[in-house]
């Protein structure tokens, strides 16, 4: 009974919100952005699981480097 429980029991909130901050940071460098605008578009687009294919335009219009 102990080793069903560990088993399931669920990851942290912490540590699936790392995850998920990760994923968006390796989907902003997959799509060729430098870190400053990685960070920028985490930041922005945090509640979502990827950065949309608009990203390029928004990072013009808010003028990040």
């Not at 998920?20 to 989907?27: G, Y």
């Not at 985490?42 to 949309?52: D, L, S, V």
Request: proline share 5%.
């Amino acid at each position: 009974k102990d080793i069903f429980y560990t088993f399931l029991c669920p990851a942290p909130v912490d540590l699936s919100r790392f995850a998920t901050c990760s994923l968006r940071f390796m989907d902003a460098y997959q799509r060729g952005l430098n870190g400053a605008q990685a960070a920028w578009a985490a930041k922005k687009y945090r509640g979502h699981c990827t950065i949309p294919d608009t990203i390029l335009q928004e990072l013009e219009q808010a003028n990040v480097c």
